[in-house]
């Protein structure tokens, strides 16, 4: 069991106390997006992970962002903060507020303006932890801690000076689909991906290899999930390579699960991926998957064990084992399926990470 001092710093009170008998920690999660990205997914992901482990856990999110909306489907624990930017003094006024009545051990931040306005209002009442989801991040230094979500940004923090005891590997996290069966293969078998229309995430790609696999005389459908500033030129370039009976835009996918079990084969087209949680999604549900050697998935992924991992930008190896996997091997698919689900199980379930998070949480505090 510890004890509070001030500051935040906490004392032992008992080496020879079973860590079981730790006093429940109170955790602030902090999440200022209003998207529906990876920085939303991660946050909302961490409450239920430090639930799942007996902890208790307050979220602070945006009162209009999606992120509530989900927040207020499975806990009561929020609270909400409107903010004009990382400099607004009214919303650094209203967080310091909340931290004084909350008192948390420890104050959990994801994104630039979370950190930046939770530094200045927490007054080192508790550690303060930054949470690494890419690249973009110029606050890291002030931390106490970084939970970096690959260990190619752990590597990056050490490059960039910050104490190796201040960096702490925690990978993103699934809430694990329960009892999968995959049926049959279908005839023709349906390639999936999905994600926000943008230029890093490589759907132009992906619309590429399809066309090369077309032109082959190769039968197949297609289901293309998300939405985003590029949308006009990827309908553009599905109807120039004559895919619009083979590709299906979906929109945003509101039920991965449906989406997840129509479709045979799940691909990862990205440029640039931090980490890329609708891998370990797809993977969760057995599906084979077929990812570029992108920054996370290339940590995530075993090449030809419980993936396939191809060079970013090459289409044609993209569609060479697209072809493999569905019609030259089909067995190759179950393997690879069965090897990714038991992959999430072992490394990724938010009872593996939640595990991972306390011991880290209780070694910044003490």
Same mark, same amino acid.
């Given at each position: 069991?510890?004890?509070?001092?001030v500051?935040?710093?906490?004392?032992?009170?008992?080496? !020879?106390?079973?860590?079981?008998?730790?006093?429940?920690?109170?955790?602030?999660? *902090?999440?200022?997006?209003?998207?529906?990205g990876?920085?939303?997914?991660?946050?909302?992901? @961490?409450?239920?992970?430090?639930?799942l482990?007996?902890?208790?856990?307050?979220?602070?999110?945006p009162?209009?962002s999606? /992120?509530?909306?989900?927040?207020?489907?499975?806990?009561?624990?929020?609270?909400?903060?409107s903010?004009?930017?990382?400099?607004? #003094?009214?919303?650094?006024?209203?967080?310091s507020?909340?931290?004084?009545?909350?008192?948390?051990?420890?104050?959990?931040?994801?994104?630039?303006r /979370?950190?930046?306005? /939770?530094?200045?209002?927490?007054?080192k009442?508790?550690?303060?932890?930054?949470v690494?989801?890419?690249?973009?991040?110029?606050? !890291?230094?002030?931390?106490?801690?970084? !939970?970096?979500?690959?260990?190619?940004?752990?590597?990056?923090?050490?490059?960039?000076?910050?104490?190796?005891?201040?960096?702490?590997?925690?990978p993103?996290?699934?809430?694990?689909?329960?009892?999968?069966?995959?049926?049959?293969?279908?005839?023709?078998?349906v390639?999936?991906?999905?994600g926000r !229309?943008?230029?890093?995430?490589?759907?132009?790609?992906?619309?590429?290899?399809?066309?090369?696999?077309?032109?082959?005389?190769?039968?197949f459908?297609?289901?293309?999930? =998300?939405?985003?500033?590029?949308k006009g030129?990827?309908?553009?370039q599905?109807?120039?390579? /004559?895919l619009?009976? +083979?590709?299906?835009l979906?929109g945003?996918? +509101?039920?991965?699960?449906?989406f997840?079990?129509?479709?045979d084969?799940?691909?990862?087209?990205?440029?640039?991926? #931090?980490?890329?949680?609708?891998?370990i999604?797809?993977?969760?549900?057995?599906? #084979?998957?077929?990812? &570029?050697?992108s +920054?996370?998935?290339?940590?995530?992924? &075993?090449?030809?064990?419980? =993936?396939?991992?191809?060079?970013?930008?090459d289409s044609?190896?993209?569609?060479?084992? *697209? @072809?493999?996997?569905?019609?030259?091997?089909?067995?190759?698919?179950?393997q690879?399926?069965?090897a990714?689900?038991?992959?999430?199980?072992?490394?990724?379930?938010?009872?593996?990470?939640?595990?991972?998070?306390e011991?880290?949480?209780?070694q910044?505090?003490?």
């Amino acid at each position: 069991m510890y004890a509070l001092c001030v500051p935040w710093v906490r004392i032992p009170l008992c080496p !020879f106390i079973n860590k079981d008998t730790i006093l429940q920690m109170h955790i602030l999660n *902090i999440m200022l997006g209003k998207g529906r990205g990876g920085l939303e997914q991660v946050a909302i992901d @961490y409450h239920q992970a430090f639930e799942l482990v007996g902890h208790r856990i307050t979220s602070l999110v945006p009162p209009d962002s999606w /992120a509530m909306d989900i927040f207020q489907t499975f806990t009561e624990e929020t609270r909400s903060l409107s903010n004009m930017g990382e400099w607004d #003094p009214i919303a650094t006024f209203k967080l310091s507020k909340i931290i004084k009545k909350l008192n948390p051990d420890i104050i959990i931040c994801h994104g630039n303006r /979370a950190i930046r306005l /939770a530094l200045k209002a927490a007054k080192k009442s508790a550690p303060i932890v930054g949470v690494a989801h890419n690249y973009k991040n110029k606050s !890291f230094h002030e931390c106490d801690a970084i !939970f970096c979500i690959t260990k190619h940004l752990v590597d990056r923090m050490h490059k960039l000076g910050i104490s190796t005891n201040k960096v702490f590997h925690v990978p993103n996290m699934v809430k694990t689909a329960e009892n999968v069966k995959r049926p049959e293969l279908r005839t023709p078998p349906v390639i999936g991906t999905m994600g926000r !229309f943008v230029e890093k995430k490589g759907f132009d790609v992906f619309i590429d290899s399809l066309s090369i696999l077309k032109k082959d005389g190769v039968e197949f459908k297609a289901l293309l999930g =998300g939405d985003g500033p590029l949308k006009g030129q990827l309908e553009k370039q599905i109807q120039h390579c /004559a895919l619009c009976e +083979e590709i299906k835009l979906c929109g945003w996918v +509101e039920n991965k699960h449906s989406f997840f079990n129509d479709i045979d084969l799940f691909i990862l087209p990205s440029r640039h991926e #931090p980490f890329g949680i609708v891998l370990i999604e797809a993977m969760s549900h057995q599906l #084979p998957c077929i990812s &570029t050697a992108s +920054e996370g998935p290339s940590e995530i992924i &075993t090449h030809d064990t419980d =993936g396939v991992l191809v060079p970013i930008d090459d289409s044609k190896q993209l569609a060479s084992h *697209i @072809y493999t996997i569905l019609f030259e091997k089909p067995n190759l698919s179950k393997q690879l399926g069965g090897a990714a689900r038991r992959t999430v199980l072992q490394k990724y379930t938010q009872s593996v990470i939640g595990k991972i998070l306390e011991q880290h949480s209780i070694q910044i505090m003490t």
